[in-house]
Protein backbone atom coordinates (compact mmCIF):
# COMPACT_ATOMS: atom_id res chain seq x y z
CA UNK A 1 0.00 0.00 0.00
CA UNK A 2 1.61 3.37 -1.05
CA UNK A 3 2.34 6.00 1.86
CA UNK A 4 0.00 8.77 0.58
CA UNK A 5 2.64 10.91 2.26
CA UNK A 6 5.27 9.77 0.78
CA UNK A 7 3.07 10.17 -2.52
CA UNK A 8 2.68 14.08 -2.02
CA UNK A 9 6.07 14.87 -0.52
CA UNK A 10 7.54 13.35 -3.93
CA UNK A 11 4.87 15.64 -5.55
CA UNK A 12 6.36 18.83 -3.66
CA UNK A 13 9.65 17.72 -4.43
CA UNK A 14 9.40 17.38 -8.24
CA UNK A 15 6.96 20.73 -8.07
CA UNK A 16 9.65 22.37 -6.01
CA UNK A 17 12.40 21.35 -8.96
CA UNK A 18 10.15 22.68 -11.93
CA UNK A 19 9.69 25.91 -9.90
CA UNK A 20 13.56 26.42 -9.60
CA UNK A 21 14.43 25.50 -13.27
CA UNK A 22 11.02 27.62 -14.37
CA UNK A 23 12.82 30.41 -11.85
CA UNK A 24 16.13 30.17 -13.14
CA UNK A 25 14.83 29.99 -16.63
CA UNK A 26 13.12 33.26 -15.91
CA UNK A 27 16.06 34.64 -14.35
CA UNK A 28 17.99 33.70 -17.09
CA UNK A 29 15.77 35.29 -19.33
CA UNK A 30 15.29 38.65 -17.59
CA UNK A 31 19.16 38.45 -17.57
CA UNK A 32 19.29 38.20 -21.18
CA UNK A 33 16.55 40.88 -21.86
CA UNK A 34 18.52 43.29 -19.61
CA UNK A 35 21.49 42.69 -21.49
CA UNK A 36 19.61 42.65 -24.94
CA UNK A 37 18.07 46.03 -23.63
CA UNK A 38 20.79 47.67 -22.26
CA UNK A 39 23.38 46.72 -25.55
CA UNK A 40 20.54 47.66 -27.76
CA UNK A 41 19.68 51.30 -26.65
CA UNK A 42 23.37 51.93 -26.41
CA UNK A 43 23.07 50.81 -30.21
CA UNK A 44 20.21 52.59 -30.72
CA UNK A 45 22.18 55.64 -30.04
CA UNK A 46 25.17 55.12 -31.35
CA UNK A 47 23.77 54.59 -34.49
CA UNK A 48 21.59 57.44 -34.35
CA UNK A 49 24.32 59.82 -33.71
CA UNK A 50 26.52 58.38 -36.17
CA UNK A 51 24.20 57.83 -39.18
CA UNK A 52 21.72 60.52 -38.22
CA UNK A 53 21.06 63.71 -41.12
CA UNK A 54 18.58 65.78 -39.43
CA UNK A 55 20.82 67.68 -37.77
CA UNK A 56 24.61 69.24 -38.72
CA UNK A 57 27.84 68.44 -37.11
CA UNK A 58 28.48 65.03 -34.11
CA UNK A 59 26.77 64.68 -30.99
CA UNK A 60 29.09 62.42 -28.43
CA UNK A 61 28.87 61.44 -25.04
CA UNK A 62 31.42 60.27 -22.51
CA UNK A 63 29.62 57.71 -20.79
CA UNK A 64 26.83 55.76 -21.82
CA UNK A 65 24.93 53.58 -19.38
CA UNK A 66 21.12 51.03 -19.74
CA UNK A 67 19.02 49.48 -18.08
CA UNK A 68 15.97 46.29 -18.84
CA UNK A 69 13.45 49.15 -18.84
CA UNK A 70 15.07 51.24 -21.88
CA UNK A 71 17.09 53.99 -19.52
CA UNK A 72 19.74 55.07 -21.12
CA UNK A 73 22.17 57.75 -18.93
CA UNK A 74 24.68 59.23 -20.24
CA UNK A 75 27.20 62.23 -19.24
CA UNK A 76 29.10 64.95 -21.08
CA UNK A 77 26.89 65.20 -24.13
CA UNK A 78 28.29 67.38 -26.63
CA UNK A 79 26.43 68.44 -29.93
CA UNK A 80 29.09 70.42 -32.48
CA UNK A 81 28.89 71.51 -35.79
CA UNK A 82 30.97 70.91 -38.68
CA UNK A 83 33.29 73.82 -38.33
CA UNK A 84 33.64 73.09 -34.38
CA UNK A 85 31.12 75.20 -32.87
CA UNK A 86 29.64 73.98 -29.43
CA UNK A 87 26.29 74.50 -29.61
CA UNK A 88 25.09 71.75 -26.80
CA UNK A 89 26.79 70.60 -23.58
CA UNK A 90 24.89 68.65 -20.97
CA UNK A 91 27.09 67.34 -18.00
CA UNK A 92 24.13 64.56 -17.06
CA UNK A 93 21.05 63.22 -18.55
CA UNK A 94 18.98 60.42 -19.94
CA UNK A 95 16.83 59.21 -21.98
CA UNK A 96 14.13 56.33 -22.41
CA UNK A 97 13.56 54.00 -25.05
CA UNK A 98 10.92 51.13 -26.30
CA UNK A 99 13.80 48.39 -26.24
CA UNK A 100 10.89 45.53 -27.86
CA UNK A 101 11.37 47.74 -30.73
CA UNK A 102 14.83 46.21 -31.23
CA UNK A 103 14.30 43.37 -29.46
CA UNK A 104 10.83 41.96 -31.01
CA UNK A 105 11.23 43.91 -34.05
CA UNK A 106 14.66 44.56 -34.98
CA UNK A 107 13.80 48.18 -36.38
CA UNK A 108 14.06 51.65 -35.06
CA UNK A 109 11.04 53.53 -34.94
CA UNK A 110 10.69 57.81 -34.17
CA UNK A 111 8.36 56.86 -31.31
CA UNK A 112 11.02 54.12 -29.99
CA UNK A 113 12.42 57.75 -28.15
CA UNK A 114 9.90 58.20 -25.55
CA UNK A 115 11.84 60.60 -23.16
CA UNK A 116 14.46 62.78 -22.80
CA UNK A 117 15.82 64.88 -19.72
CA UNK A 118 18.79 67.50 -19.79
CA UNK A 119 20.26 68.22 -16.59
CA UNK A 120 22.70 71.62 -16.41
CA UNK A 121 22.67 72.00 -19.79
CA UNK A 122 23.95 74.76 -22.02
CA UNK A 123 22.26 75.55 -25.67
CA UNK A 124 24.28 78.28 -27.63
CA UNK A 125 22.49 78.98 -31.02
CA UNK A 126 23.39 81.61 -34.26
CA UNK A 127 20.84 83.11 -36.30
CA UNK A 128 21.22 84.16 -39.53
CA UNK A 129 19.55 87.88 -40.95
CA UNK A 130 16.24 85.29 -41.33
CA UNK A 131 16.08 83.77 -37.91
CA UNK A 132 17.27 80.77 -39.70
CA UNK A 133 19.43 78.67 -37.23
CA UNK A 134 22.48 76.79 -39.03
CA UNK A 135 22.20 73.38 -37.08
CA UNK A 136 19.51 71.71 -39.93
CA UNK A 137 20.79 70.70 -43.43
CA UNK A 138 18.76 72.40 -46.07
CA UNK A 139 16.73 71.34 -49.04
CA UNK A 140 18.72 71.12 -52.19
CA UNK A 141 17.72 74.66 -54.31
CA UNK A 142 16.05 71.81 -56.81
CA UNK A 143 13.55 70.47 -53.49
CA UNK A 144 12.87 73.64 -51.99
CA UNK A 145 11.34 75.09 -55.46
CA UNK A 146 14.31 76.36 -57.73
CA UNK A 147 16.14 78.24 -55.03
CA UNK A 148 13.07 80.14 -53.32
CA UNK A 149 13.78 80.19 -49.37
CA UNK A 150 10.83 78.83 -47.76
CA UNK A 151 8.45 80.86 -45.92
CA UNK A 152 7.59 81.21 -42.28
CA UNK A 153 4.49 79.58 -43.16
CA UNK A 154 5.82 76.70 -44.90
CA UNK A 155 8.51 75.71 -42.14
CA UNK A 156 5.56 75.48 -39.60
CA UNK A 157 3.55 73.65 -41.88
CA UNK A 158 6.49 70.99 -41.88
CA UNK A 159 6.59 70.44 -38.11
CA UNK A 160 3.00 68.46 -38.88
CA UNK A 161 4.18 65.73 -41.69
CA UNK A 162 2.24 62.47 -41.88
CA UNK A 163 3.66 59.40 -41.23
CA UNK A 164 6.32 60.53 -38.61
CA UNK A 165 5.08 60.00 -35.77
CA UNK A 166 6.76 61.24 -31.81
CA UNK A 167 5.59 60.46 -28.45
CA UNK A 168 8.32 62.41 -26.63
CA UNK A 169 8.60 64.38 -22.87
CA UNK A 170 11.41 66.49 -23.11
CA UNK A 171 12.27 67.53 -19.21
CA UNK A 172 15.01 70.78 -19.10
CA UNK A 173 16.04 70.84 -15.58
CA UNK A 174 18.22 73.92 -14.18
CA UNK A 175 19.01 74.81 -18.18
CA UNK A 176 21.20 78.11 -19.99
CA UNK A 177 19.68 79.29 -23.47
CA UNK A 178 22.56 81.21 -25.51
CA UNK A 179 20.86 82.84 -28.99
CA UNK A 180 22.67 85.05 -31.23
CA UNK A 181 20.75 87.19 -34.22
CA UNK A 182 22.98 89.70 -36.13
CA UNK A 183 23.82 92.44 -33.45
CA UNK A 184 21.47 91.06 -30.46
CA UNK A 185 21.95 88.72 -28.04
CA UNK A 186 19.57 86.42 -25.81
CA UNK A 187 20.59 84.42 -22.38
CA UNK A 188 18.61 82.84 -20.54
CA UNK A 189 19.56 80.85 -17.13
CA UNK A 190 17.83 77.96 -14.56
CA UNK A 191 15.39 77.26 -16.94
CA UNK A 192 12.82 74.45 -15.95
CA UNK A 193 10.74 72.98 -18.77
CA UNK A 194 8.32 69.96 -19.71
CA UNK A 195 7.35 69.65 -22.84
CA UNK A 196 5.12 66.62 -24.46
CA UNK A 197 5.33 66.71 -28.20
CA UNK A 198 2.45 64.21 -29.78
CA UNK A 199 3.17 64.35 -33.62
CA UNK A 200 -0.17 65.20 -35.83
CA UNK A 201 -1.73 65.99 -32.19
CA UNK A 202 -0.89 68.35 -29.67
CA UNK A 203 2.43 70.40 -28.09
CA UNK A 204 1.93 70.94 -24.19
CA UNK A 205 4.76 73.40 -22.88
CA UNK A 206 5.43 74.03 -19.11
CA UNK A 207 8.40 76.13 -19.17
CA UNK A 208 9.92 78.93 -16.51
CA UNK A 209 13.12 80.37 -16.48
CA UNK A 210 15.21 82.47 -14.53
CA UNK A 211 16.84 85.92 -15.10
CA UNK A 212 17.23 86.59 -18.95
CA UNK A 213 20.11 89.07 -20.08
CA UNK A 214 21.40 90.27 -23.65
CA UNK A 215 19.73 92.45 -25.84
CA UNK A 216 16.84 92.26 -23.45
CA UNK A 217 17.00 92.12 -19.67
CA UNK A 218 14.53 91.03 -17.16
CA UNK A 219 13.39 88.68 -14.22
CA UNK A 220 12.08 85.53 -16.13
CA UNK A 221 10.09 84.24 -18.59
CA UNK A 222 7.25 81.84 -18.37
CA UNK A 223 5.41 79.87 -20.96
CA UNK A 224 2.18 77.32 -20.44
CA UNK A 225 -0.48 76.15 -22.78
CA UNK A 226 -1.09 73.83 -25.99
CA UNK A 227 -0.03 73.88 -29.14
CA UNK A 228 -2.63 72.33 -31.65
CA UNK A 229 -0.97 70.08 -34.21
CA UNK A 230 -3.55 68.97 -35.60
CA UNK A 231 -4.32 71.74 -38.29
CA UNK A 232 -2.16 72.21 -41.64
CA UNK A 233 -0.77 75.10 -39.42
CA UNK A 234 -0.63 74.80 -35.84
CA UNK A 235 -2.61 76.80 -33.21
CA UNK A 236 -1.31 78.51 -30.49
CA UNK A 237 -3.01 78.30 -27.30
CA UNK A 238 -0.17 79.65 -24.67
CA UNK A 239 0.01 82.10 -21.30
CA UNK A 240 2.99 83.89 -21.92
CA UNK A 241 4.23 86.05 -18.97
CA UNK A 242 7.47 88.58 -19.12
CA UNK A 243 8.57 89.60 -15.83
CA UNK A 244 10.70 93.00 -14.44
CA UNK A 245 11.89 93.73 -17.97
CA UNK A 246 13.97 96.19 -17.58
CA UNK A 247 12.46 99.16 -20.43
CA UNK A 248 16.03 100.39 -21.27
CA UNK A 249 16.95 97.20 -22.57
CA UNK A 250 13.81 97.40 -24.87
CA UNK A 251 14.48 100.90 -26.09
CA UNK A 252 12.57 102.84 -23.44
CA UNK A 253 15.23 105.58 -22.82
CA UNK A 254 18.55 104.43 -21.43
CA UNK A 255 18.19 106.01 -18.07
CA UNK A 256 14.50 104.22 -17.62
CA UNK A 257 15.20 100.82 -15.56
CA UNK A 258 12.08 101.04 -13.61
CA UNK A 259 10.51 96.89 -14.20
CA UNK A 260 7.93 96.51 -16.42
CA UNK A 261 5.77 93.18 -16.14
CA UNK A 262 4.02 92.12 -18.90
CA UNK A 263 1.32 88.95 -18.73
CA UNK A 264 -0.39 87.98 -22.42
CA UNK A 265 -1.94 85.07 -23.79
CA UNK A 266 -1.17 84.07 -27.28
CA UNK A 267 -3.53 82.23 -30.14
CA UNK A 268 -4.43 82.43 -33.49
CA UNK A 269 -2.06 80.64 -35.98
CA UNK A 270 1.82 80.06 -35.02
CA UNK A 271 3.03 82.03 -38.53
CA UNK A 272 1.07 85.00 -37.34
CA UNK A 273 0.08 84.93 -33.80
CA UNK A 274 -2.06 87.71 -31.78
CA UNK A 275 -2.04 88.25 -27.84
CA UNK A 276 -4.05 90.00 -25.72
CA UNK A 277 -2.81 90.90 -21.88
CA UNK A 278 -1.76 93.11 -19.24
CA UNK A 279 1.40 95.57 -18.43
CA UNK A 280 2.14 96.37 -14.60
CA UNK A 281 4.78 98.82 -13.64
CA UNK A 282 4.90 99.85 -9.53
CA UNK A 283 6.72 102.96 -10.84
CA UNK A 284 8.05 104.80 -13.47
CA UNK A 285 10.28 107.98 -13.67
CA UNK A 286 10.97 109.74 -16.87
CA UNK A 287 12.79 113.81 -16.74
CA UNK A 288 10.40 115.66 -14.45
CA UNK A 289 7.18 113.03 -13.68
CA UNK A 290 7.29 110.52 -11.78
CA UNK A 291 5.01 107.92 -12.32
CA UNK A 292 3.60 105.13 -9.44
CA UNK A 293 0.94 102.03 -10.12
CA UNK A 294 1.14 102.19 -14.07
CA UNK A 295 -1.22 99.59 -15.25
CA UNK A 296 -3.45 98.89 -18.76
CA UNK A 297 -3.93 96.74 -21.56
CA UNK A 298 -1.97 95.54 -24.24
CA UNK A 299 -2.80 93.23 -27.51
CA UNK A 300 -0.12 92.13 -30.23
CA UNK A 301 -0.42 91.73 -33.75
CA UNK A 302 1.76 91.52 -37.04
CA UNK A 303 5.14 92.32 -34.72
CA UNK A 304 3.60 95.36 -33.12
CA UNK A 305 2.52 95.77 -29.20
CA UNK A 306 -0.62 98.02 -28.67
CA UNK A 307 -1.32 99.70 -25.28
CA UNK A 308 -4.91 100.53 -24.33
CA UNK A 309 -6.61 101.94 -20.94
CA UNK A 310 -3.25 102.55 -19.48
CA UNK A 311 -3.59 104.44 -16.01
CA UNK A 312 -1.14 105.80 -13.53
CA UNK A 313 -0.89 107.74 -10.58
CA UNK A 314 1.13 111.01 -10.75
CA UNK A 315 1.64 113.87 -7.98
CA UNK A 316 -1.56 113.19 -6.55
CA UNK A 317 -3.46 113.43 -9.71
CA UNK A 318 -4.30 110.77 -12.38
CA UNK A 319 -2.79 109.91 -16.19
CA UNK A 320 -4.51 107.81 -19.23
CA UNK A 321 -2.49 106.94 -21.94
CA UNK A 322 -2.11 104.59 -25.04
CA UNK A 323 0.48 103.71 -27.39
CA UNK A 324 2.46 101.66 -29.85
CA UNK A 325 5.62 99.38 -30.03
CA UNK A 326 7.48 97.97 -33.04
CA UNK A 327 9.22 94.99 -32.11
CA UNK A 328 11.37 94.93 -34.91
CA UNK A 329 12.52 98.63 -34.78
CA UNK A 330 12.29 99.24 -31.15
CA UNK A 331 10.03 102.18 -32.53
CA UNK A 332 6.97 103.56 -30.34
CA UNK A 333 5.16 106.37 -29.79
CA UNK A 334 3.09 106.92 -26.25
CA UNK A 335 0.29 109.80 -26.13
CA UNK A 336 -1.20 110.49 -22.43
CA UNK A 337 -3.23 113.05 -20.47
CA UNK A 338 -2.74 113.82 -16.30
CA UNK A 339 -5.07 115.56 -14.74
CA UNK A 340 -5.26 117.21 -11.17
CA UNK A 341 -1.16 116.89 -10.93
CA UNK A 342 -0.02 118.80 -7.18
CA UNK A 343 2.79 120.79 -7.59
CA UNK A 344 3.45 121.00 -4.32
CA UNK A 345 4.35 117.52 -4.90
CA UNK A 346 5.82 117.30 -7.87
CA UNK A 347 8.06 120.58 -7.16
CA UNK A 348 8.61 119.39 -3.31
CA UNK A 349 7.74 123.30 -2.78
CA UNK A 350 4.70 123.89 0.02
CA UNK A 351 4.86 127.55 -1.06
CA UNK A 352 4.16 126.52 -4.49
CA UNK A 353 0.39 125.20 -4.70
CA UNK A 354 -1.50 124.65 -7.57
CA UNK A 355 -3.32 121.11 -9.88
CA UNK A 356 -2.03 120.94 -13.38
CA UNK A 357 -3.59 119.06 -16.13
CA UNK A 358 -1.13 117.98 -18.98
CA UNK A 359 -1.13 116.42 -22.39
CA UNK A 360 2.34 114.54 -22.67
CA UNK A 361 3.90 112.37 -26.22
CA UNK A 362 7.12 110.30 -26.39
CA UNK A 363 7.94 109.26 -29.50
CA UNK A 364 11.13 107.29 -30.48
CA UNK A 365 12.44 106.13 -34.18
CA UNK A 366 14.39 102.96 -32.48
CA UNK A 367 17.35 104.86 -30.88
CA UNK A 368 17.02 105.64 -27.67
CA UNK A 369 18.94 108.58 -27.83
CA UNK A 370 16.81 109.74 -30.56
CA UNK A 371 13.52 109.86 -27.79
CA UNK A 372 11.08 113.21 -27.56
CA UNK A 373 9.30 113.64 -25.01
CA UNK A 374 6.78 117.04 -25.23
CA UNK A 375 3.57 118.16 -24.76
CA UNK A 376 1.40 120.90 -22.87
CA UNK A 377 0.10 121.84 -19.34
CA UNK A 378 -2.47 124.17 -17.75
CA UNK A 379 -3.63 125.17 -13.86
CA UNK A 380 -6.23 126.71 -12.34
CA UNK A 381 -5.55 129.09 -9.75
CA UNK A 382 -2.59 128.77 -7.01
CA UNK A 383 -0.22 130.62 -5.52
CA UNK A 384 3.82 130.81 -5.22
CA UNK A 385 4.46 132.26 -1.66
CA UNK A 386 2.40 135.45 -1.07
CA UNK A 387 1.83 135.87 -5.40
CA UNK A 388 -1.25 134.74 -5.89
CA UNK A 389 -2.34 133.73 -9.72
CA UNK A 390 -5.41 132.78 -11.76
CA UNK A 391 -3.91 130.40 -14.39
CA UNK A 392 -0.57 128.89 -15.87
CA UNK A 393 -0.17 127.41 -18.87
CA UNK A 394 2.85 126.78 -21.19
CA UNK A 395 4.51 123.97 -23.05
CA UNK A 396 7.56 121.92 -22.93
CA UNK A 397 9.59 119.48 -24.53
CA UNK A 398 12.85 117.20 -23.39
CA UNK A 399 15.31 115.15 -25.26
CA UNK A 400 19.04 114.12 -24.22
CA UNK A 401 18.52 115.55 -20.91
CA UNK A 402 17.59 119.28 -21.73
CA UNK A 403 13.86 119.72 -20.64
CA UNK A 404 12.46 123.05 -21.97
CA UNK A 405 9.61 125.03 -20.79
CA UNK A 406 8.27 127.41 -23.28
CA UNK A 407 5.36 129.58 -24.05
CA UNK A 408 4.98 129.99 -20.09
CA UNK A 409 1.86 132.83 -19.20
CA UNK A 410 1.19 133.56 -15.59
CA UNK A 411 -1.96 134.88 -15.57
CA UNK A 412 -2.37 137.37 -12.23
CA UNK A 413 -4.65 140.19 -11.23
CA UNK A 414 -1.34 142.44 -11.51
CA UNK A 415 -1.01 141.11 -15.02
CA UNK A 416 -0.06 138.95 -17.42
CA UNK A 417 3.49 137.57 -16.88
CA UNK A 418 5.24 135.41 -19.77
CA UNK A 419 8.73 134.01 -20.53
CA UNK A 420 10.03 132.17 -23.70
CA UNK A 421 12.12 129.69 -22.48
CA UNK A 422 12.54 128.49 -18.58
CA UNK A 423 15.75 125.74 -19.36
CA UNK A 424 16.64 122.63 -17.25
CA UNK A 425 19.97 121.25 -18.69
CA UNK A 426 21.46 117.87 -16.47
CA UNK A 427 19.83 119.42 -13.60
CA UNK A 428 20.50 123.41 -13.87
CA UNK A 429 18.04 125.42 -14.20
CA UNK A 430 18.80 128.21 -16.78
CA UNK A 431 16.37 131.08 -16.61
CA UNK A 432 15.55 133.81 -19.76
CA UNK A 433 13.66 136.78 -19.69
CA UNK A 434 10.45 137.87 -17.74
CA UNK A 435 7.99 140.21 -19.27
CA UNK A 436 4.90 141.54 -17.58
CA UNK A 437 2.15 142.69 -19.22
CA UNK A 438 -0.59 144.79 -16.90
CA UNK A 439 -3.95 145.09 -17.78
CA UNK A 440 -5.26 147.89 -20.20
CA UNK A 441 -1.58 148.00 -21.49
CA UNK A 442 0.13 147.31 -24.91
CA UNK A 443 3.46 147.65 -24.05
CA UNK A 444 5.75 144.36 -22.38
CA UNK A 445 7.86 145.51 -19.31
CA UNK A 446 10.82 143.03 -18.70
CA UNK A 447 10.75 142.32 -15.14
CA UNK A 448 13.56 140.17 -15.28
CA UNK A 449 16.35 139.37 -17.42
CA UNK A 450 19.59 137.58 -16.80
CA UNK A 451 21.24 140.48 -17.86
CA UNK A 452 19.52 143.05 -15.80
CA UNK A 453 20.59 145.77 -13.41
CA UNK A 454 17.15 147.07 -12.90
CA UNK A 455 17.50 148.67 -9.13
CA UNK A 456 13.43 148.32 -8.70
CA UNK A 457 13.23 144.54 -9.66
CA UNK A 458 16.30 144.40 -7.40
CA UNK A 459 14.29 146.12 -4.98
CA UNK A 460 11.28 143.72 -5.38
CA UNK A 461 13.79 140.07 -5.18
CA UNK A 462 14.89 141.63 -1.50
CA UNK A 463 11.49 142.09 -0.41
CA UNK A 464 10.26 138.59 -1.62
CA UNK A 465 13.36 137.23 -0.31
CA UNK A 466 12.68 138.93 3.41
CA UNK A 467 9.15 137.53 2.87
CA UNK A 468 9.91 134.08 2.10
CA UNK A 469 12.01 134.38 5.45
CA UNK A 470 9.14 135.24 7.03
CA UNK A 471 7.35 132.56 5.74
CA UNK A 472 9.78 130.09 6.98
CA UNK A 473 10.50 131.43 10.57
CA UNK A 474 6.49 131.28 10.85
CA UNK A 475 6.51 127.53 9.77
CA UNK A 476 9.20 126.74 12.31
CA UNK A 477 7.88 128.59 14.99
CA UNK A 478 4.69 126.71 14.70
CA UNK A 479 5.84 123.36 14.26
CA UNK A 480 8.23 123.24 17.29
CA UNK A 481 5.84 125.05 19.34
CA UNK A 482 8.11 127.37 21.02
CA UNK A 483 7.02 130.77 19.73
CA UNK A 484 4.52 132.95 21.83
CA UNK A 485 1.49 134.20 20.63
CA UNK A 486 2.78 137.61 20.38
CA UNK A 487 6.00 136.53 17.86
CA UNK A 488 3.48 134.81 16.02
CA UNK A 489 1.59 138.02 15.46
CA UNK A 490 4.93 140.10 14.46
CA UNK A 491 5.55 137.01 12.15
CA UNK A 492 2.72 137.78 10.68
CA UNK A 493 2.58 141.98 10.78
CA UNK A 494 5.92 141.39 8.85
CA UNK A 495 4.51 139.06 6.50
CA UNK A 496 1.71 141.59 5.56
CA UNK A 497 4.04 144.95 5.43
CA UNK A 498 6.59 142.78 3.45
CA UNK A 499 3.48 142.26 0.90
CA UNK A 500 2.83 146.01 0.70
CA UNK A 501 6.25 147.16 0.14
CA UNK A 502 5.90 144.39 -2.91
CA UNK A 503 3.05 146.30 -4.00
CA UNK A 504 4.46 149.37 -3.56
CA UNK A 505 7.42 148.47 -5.86
CA UNK A 506 5.30 146.61 -8.78
CA UNK A 507 3.30 150.02 -7.91
CA UNK A 508 6.35 152.70 -8.79
CA UNK A 509 7.38 150.39 -11.79
CA UNK A 510 3.97 150.74 -13.34
CA UNK A 511 4.43 154.54 -13.13
CA UNK A 512 7.63 154.74 -14.03
CA UNK A 513 6.32 153.34 -17.29
CA UNK A 514 3.35 155.02 -18.03
CA UNK A 515 2.96 157.54 -20.69
Avoid at 80 to 98: A, H, M, Q
Avoid at 235 to 250: G, K, R, T
Amino acid sequence: MKNPFSEGHSRVRAWGKRAAVIFCTAAALLFILALSASHGAAFIFNRVMADQSVVKGTITVNTLSADIRGRVNFTDLEWNTPDGKRILYVPSGSFRVNPWDFILHKRIKTTTLREITLNDSVVSVQFDKNMQADIIPRPDDAESGGGTPKTLDEKLRNLNVKGKKFNLLLTLNNCRFEAYHEHRYYAMSSVDASIRLKSNEVLSVDFASGPFQGTSVGDGITVQGRINLRPDMPELDLSVNFLNVDPSSLGFGRAIHDPLTLKTYFTGPAAHPQAAGKLSMEKLSIPALDFTNVNGDITYNDGIFTFTNVTADVYNGKLTAHGDYDISTRAYHIWGRGTGLDSRVALKRLEFKCFVDMDITMECDGNPEDLLTYGTFSSGKGHYSLIHFNSITGSFSNRRRHLDFYDIAINTKFGLITTDALHIINGHVVLSDINVVFPGELRTFNLFSPNSSDDTWQNTKENMKAARGNIKSLKEGMRRFKNTEEQLKEDINAIKENKRRIKESLHRTESAISP
